[in-house]
Every structure is written in C-alpha cells, then in structure tokens.
C-alpha cells in the first residue's frame, strides 16, 4: 500500500513516515504541492495525506488534480477549525479531513479505515490476525516470530509489489538497522516452512513479492 504524505512541517513528516512504515505503508514524502503531484505522476499513489497550507500548491488544489486524473483516496490535513472549511476541503474531492494538532495513532487509524484494511488479513490459505498477532494455515493455528509475523504483513499491504531487500530491511527491521541485509533471505526461508513455499516468489536480483 502506497502512501504519498505532503507535509511542509519536516518533523511532523518523520514522525507520520515512521508511523507508516511500521504498519507496513511504503510511504512517500513532500514538502510542497508541486513537489507532491510529481510523485503522484511518477509512483503508483493509494493514499495521500496532503497539508492545506503547503508551499507552491495548496493541498485542495493538489486535491483537486490528484482526483482529476486518478482514483485516490485522499485524506486533508489543515489547522483550520471551520465548519466552512471542512465543507471546502470535501467539497474539493477529499475523502476525509484531519484538524491540527493530531494523534498519529489517530491518523493511521483513520487512514486504515479510509483504505478499508481490515484486522483479519488472508493470502491463500493463511489468514492473520493484525491486531492480535495470530496466524492460521488452513484452520491450524501457527507460531511466528515477531519479524516473521511483521514479513507476512508486510507482503500482505503490498501484495504483488516487488520488495527489495532494503525495502523490506527499512519496513521490518526499522530505516537504522545496520545489519546484513542477507538476513531477509534468512526469515524468509524459514517464513516459508511455516506458510509455505508458494506465498512468497522470489525474483532474483531484485527482489521478493506474494504470488496473489
């Protein structure tokens, strides 16, 4: 799952990419509005969470074009407290509208509920569990570590979606782990003792992706 996050407030970018990733989102990120729609244009974009008052383009005016040309959910971020406002916001295409200050828990959670991301996930015959962490395969409940489980979700919001090594290193593992980036090749192996060889293919010299 793609999410495109348009935010001139730098810190506030860092912490809602952290947020993000760590629930699975390959997150892209802008400062401005022309900034943002480039990235639209240029990657596959699910979700975008667009600030009002943002540099070079306002975000009801990226809004506007973003829904012009693709489907998009999109999801208005803003300091104004307006009932008028949230009218011009949803007015403007958006899909939802998020006032300042926020909770990110809040906001992921929202985003979730706006891209329909149920708790109860399934890839062929193995369902898991996102809020409690349980997995089954074909009614046989499993038991995975916790980077195995964080694997699986990962493959599961990005379904078909080749991931690099990186990629997933910076998804799973966090963007400052420092370690062998073999170790992916590792947890997959023995991931897929427990799910399966036909999950997850792998595509040699680039990367890995689900087969559905």
Known sequence: MNVLIAEDELDMVKILRSYFQKEGFTVFT???????LNLFYREKIDLAILDWMM?????????REMKQTHK???LILTARETGEDEYLALSAGADDYVNKPFYPKVLLMRAKKLMQMESVQRIKDV???????????????????????ELLR????????ILTRDQLLDLVWGVDYMGDSRTVDTH???????IGEDIIQTHRGIGYSTSE
């Open 127 to 149: 369902s898991f569990d996102i809020a409690s962490k349980c997995v089954w395969r074909a009614g046989e409940e499993l038991v995975l570590t916790k980077t195995e489980f």
């Open 154 to 161: 990962v493959f599961s919001q990005n379904r078909k979606q």
């Open 55 to 63: 540099p070079e383009k306002d975000g009801l005016t990226v809004c």
């Open 30 to 36: 802008a400062t401005n509005g022309a900034e943002a």
């Open 72 to 74: 998009i959910k999109v």
């Open 188 to 194: 997959i192996r023995r991931l897929r003792e427990k």
